[in-house]
């Protein structure tokens, strides 16, 4: 089973509107980090949000970490089409060792 | 400018050849990464490089060995690649000495037939 896991699989919305991406992890972790990766390219960072932080932003995005209940999820205010891509949590499991592990994400369109 | 080079982008292979991925840095980082990403299973850790000659296992490290003689340099190989091993590759560089944050390269789409 995945250490880090995001919901939904796929969603998709029309630009202008809000969406939210949800990730749940099974450790203790020192921080949770969001990424991005667009058709043909390898994963970018988005946001890094550490264990003893409960919200950070970062321009349109807007991250929230629950270390209570293991999880975060990631919001995208006022999308475009160039938000259409892969989104991923990955965690470090507390380890560390810095293997950080990712999971299969969440597949987002924005729609003209 | 920050880059993580992967080279090459694209390789055709026959089962039971030997397969040489490379990966470049030009930021210094002490740690590199080397992982697969294949349809619905995200990115799989396969194995990680703290320094030159200092390598550690990921979650996935069979069938794979890596090379780091130097530091902005690291390779994968795979000694008689199977199908099953058909994926995309990633490298990627950062981790604890930049602020937990990975560079990813653009990847190798790795194909064994």
């Known amino acids: 089973s995945q250490l880090a896991e995001e919901n939904p699989w796929a969603l998709s919305v029309h630009e202008g509107e809000s969406v939210t991406v949800n990730c749940s992890y099974k450790?203790?972790?020192?921080?949770l980090q969001w990424y991005r990766q667009k058709s043909g390219e390898g994963p970018a960072q988005l946001i890094l949000?550490?264990?003893?932080?409960r919200e950070k932003r970062n321009g349109r995005l807007r991250a929230t970490l629950d270390t209570s209940s293991q999880s975060s999820s990631l919001s995208i205010t006022a999308t475009r089409c160039e938000d259409t891509a892969v989104y991923f949590c990955a965690t470090d499991a507390d380890t560390g060792n810095y293997k950080y592990v990712f999971g299969a994400g969440t597949r987002l369109k924005v729609i003209a | 400018d920050m880059k993580v080079t992967q080279m090459p982008r694209y390789l055709i292979k026959r089962m039971g050849e030997n397969v040489l991925l490379e990966c470049g840095q030009d930021?210094?980082?002490?740690?590199m990464y080397w992982y697969r990403q294949d349809p619905g299973l995200g990115l799989q850790l396969i194995y990680i490089?703290?320094?030159?000659?200092?390598?550690s296992e990921g979650d996935i490290p069979k069938g794979y060995r890596v090379s780091r003689k130097k530091r902005e340099h690291f390779s994968l190989i795979l000694d008689s690649a199977k199908t099953n091993q058909t994926s995309v590759y990633f490298c990627a560089t950062g981790g604890p000495g930049v602020n937990e944050r990975l560079f990813f390269g653009h990847g190798t789409k790795l194909s064994v037939l």
């Open positions: 930021m210094s980082h002490e740690t």
């Open positions: 490089s703290y320094d030159v000659d200092s390598n």
């Open positions: 949000i550490r264990s003893n932080e």
């Open positions: 450790t203790s972790i020192t921080a």
